[in-house]
């Protein structure tokens, strides 16, 4: 019997500095990391904390990681001009 195993994603993780500036629009957000947290969203259905706690190092405060996670999805969906409800 084969087993099934849930693919893996790799992403780079940004200091927690570095992404308060991208909320704060301090720093722009790249292309790249929209498509890194539209797919943590879509194809790996993240929410809005996990999605915090997968791209902040070190690991982030709990009480900033639906905030800054929702923030951070709201920025993507504008950068990508996409606005797709499977994701947002």
């Not at 797919?39 to 070190?58: C, F, I, K, N, Q």
Request: charged fraction near 25%; aromatic fraction near 10%; proline fraction near 7%.
């Amino acid at each position: 019997m084969r087993t099934q195993t849930k693919p893996t994603l790799v992403v780079n993780r940004f200091p927690v500095s570095f992404l308060n500036d991208v909320v704060y629009f301090a720093q722009p957000m790249s292309r790249d990391l929209a498509e890194t947290i539209r797919t943590l969203r879509r194809d790996h259905r993240l929410g809005y904390s996990e999605v915090m706690w997968a791209l902040a190092e070190p690991d982030p405060d709990i009480g900033h990681c639906i905030g800054y996670g929702k923030a951070l999805t709201e920025l993507a969906c504008r950068e990508l001009s996409d606005y797709d409800p499977n994701w947002k």
